[in-house]
T-cell receptor, first 112, second 117 residues
Framework: KAGVTQTPRYLIKTRGQQVTLSCSPI?????VSWYQQTPGQGLQFLFE???????NKGNFPGRFSGRQFSNSRSEMNVSTLELGDSALYLC???????????FGPGTRLLVL | AQKVTQAQTEISVVEKEDVTLDCVYE???????LFWYKQPPSGELVFLIR??????QNEISGRYSWNFQKSTSSFNFTITASQVVDSAVYFC??????????????FGTGTRLKVLA
């Protein structure tokens, strides 16, 4: 079974731009979560989607948004990028919210 | 407050040594899950183990073993006869109910393990 895939793997943007990251979960997994990882803040939860519904959201500003499609693929969007948004964004999937999460390789975003 | 503490920021060992990574958690829930993940330089977090709060049996998987003690709120991870390929950042995580029907994962800050040849 293929693992979680994330695209793109690397991204460079400038302040003020917006960005969309994509995550394809493991086949059969319907729950997708997003995390931001930075050296200073560590791994922080962004949001969780299950059956196209956002079930859970972390403490991030409204510039961070996401959605999930009927095929369970998910996207997250960051608008008006700031330098502090530079991070590794990790997506994790699980069959359901109660089961173990499996992570993708992440998207490294650099904001200049 | 719910949190996960990994006090060891970085550990260096020589190949074939045993090493224990510490994890201490705080939660007010009676039902929760604990996890260990490995993050190699490639960035992907690799799932190692999940343990629920009602199962205090220690577990061994090859060179890996885990010691869960509710009395001390600890879930420590030991690698026996370490190898260079074990070099990575290891994260301990706590999953608990956020609001009914949803869960929240709280990750520790990670321990960077360097195994020297």
């Amino acid at each position: 079974k293929a693992g979680v895939t994330q695209t793109p793997r690397y991204l460079i943007k400038t302040r003020g731009q917006q960005v969309t990251l994509s995550c394809s979960p493991i086949s059969g997994h319907r729950s997708v979560s997003w995390y931001q990882q930075t050296p200073g803040q560590g791994l922080q939860f962004l949001f969780e989607y299950f059956s196209e519904t956002q079930r859970n959201k972390g403490n991030f500003p409204g510039r961070f948004s996401g959605r999930q499609f009927s095929n369970s693929r998910s996207e997250m969007n960051v608008s008006t990028l700031e330098l502090g948004d530079s991070a590794l964004y990790l997506c994790a999937s699980s069959p359901s919210p109660t089961e173990t999460q499996y992570f993708g390789p992440g998207t490294r975003l650099l904001v200049l | 407050a719910q949190k996960v503490t990994q006090a060891q920021t970085e550990i260096s060992v020589v190949e074939k040594e045993d090493v224990t990574l510490d994890c201490v958690y705080e939660t007010r829930d009676t039902t929760y899950y604990l996890f260990w993940y490995k993050q190699p330089p490639s960035g992907e977090l690799v799932f190692l183990i999940r343990r629920n709060s009602f199962d205090e049996q220690n577990e061994i998987s090859g060179r890996y073993s885990w010691n869960f003690q509710k009395s001390t709120s600890s879930f420590n991870f030991t690698i026996t006869a370490s190898q260079v390929v074990d070099s990575a950042v290891y994260f301990c995580a706590l999953r608990q109910v956020y609001v009914p029907g949803t869960y929240k994962y709280i990750f520790g800050t990670g321990t960077r393990l360097k195994v020297l040849a």
